[in-house]
Structures are given as structure tokens and as C-alpha cells.
């Protein structure tokens, strides 16, 4: 395991755990479950071993080097999905969930689409993703930011300043 992995590790299962813990917990739940699929998806390697089953069977019709043109298909596919259902989310639940879970749930839905770029594997987009930063991977610093801010989210939620915005207080009836 490098120090990519490792971070993804942390940052998913950090979120995971804060969906568990949060408030509402249903909903908090299903995300809480997602963050530990990424785990395990980290830990597996399925996106890289599907790629890699792909680019075999391209090589075998001898189609391989066309492949470009169905990535970039593939990709605009995968955004438009996860723009829909983005949408969907966010009409969804911010009417019931309150600001914390449209923001959670949003946030990984994109860390979702990294998983689905990485397996697309578009070499324009993996140059970017796999560069190094800091020791890192761009790909770890995004999984960080979107973990970390969902596990804030989790945790905002279960101390009740979810829905509301930072700063106000619903009144306490007496």
C-alpha cells in the first residue's frame, strides 16, 4: 500500500464512521456504507482490475488503439450521470435532510466519480490525477478534501447546526 492509499484509507473511513455516528441516522447510514465500499474498493483494486480486463479485451479485437475516442465518450457519459443524479440529490434531500447531508451526499458522489474517472482511465485525466504533489498524489489530496469535509458534515449534523447554517440556534421551547 503506498501513501495515496493510505490517505483514501483514512479519509473514507474517517467519513464512514462519522456517517455512523451522525444524526438522522437512516440516511446518514447509506453514506456511511458508501465511505466503507470505497474502503474496500481501495483495498481491492476492482476499477484498476475491470481497466486493466478492458484494455485486454481492446488489444484481443485489435481495437486498442482507437480506445481514445470511447474514453472520452465514456467519460462525458459518466459526468452527464453524475450530474443527474447530483441534481436529483441535491432536489431530493435538501428539502428533508437538511444542508450537511446535500453537502455530504454531493461530496461523495464526487468522490465516486474519481473511482469512475480512474477506471475510465483517459491518460489526459490520469496525468492529472496520478501527478505528484506534496507527496501525494493529486488523486489523495481530493480524497482527503472530499472524506474530510463529509466526516465535518457527519459531525455537524449529530451536534444539531446541520440544517440551520453556522451560527443560528432554533429556540428552545419552554
Known sequence: MNATQAAGLLAFG????????????????????CHAALCAELLL???????DRADSALRDAQAY????DWQ??????????GVFFGIAIYGRIARGGGR??????LLSLMALMLFVME???LHSVDALLYRQFDGLMVIG??????????????????AGVSSRGPGSRRKKRR
Not at 474517517?14 to 456504507?33: D, E, K, N, V, Y
Not at 469535509?149 to 449534523?157: P, Y
Open 14 to 33: 474517517c467519513a464512514g464512521i462519522s456517517c455512523f455516528m451522525a444524526a438522522r441516522p437512516r440516511l446518514w447510514q447509506a453514506l456511511g456504507w
Open 141 to 158: 489530496w481530493l480524497w482527503l478534501m472530499t472524506g474530510g469535509a463529509v466526516s465535518v458534515c457527519a459531525l455537524s449534523s449529530r
Open 100 to 105: 450537511s447531508l446535500t453537502v455530504a451526499t
Open 119 to 121: 477506471t475510465i482511465s
Open 65 to 68: 488503439e482507437g480506445r481514445g
Open 45 to 51: 483494486g476492482l476499477r484498476h482490475r475491470l481497466h
Open 72 to 81: 472520452w465518450i465514456l467519460l462525458a457519459v459518466a459526468v452527464g450521470v
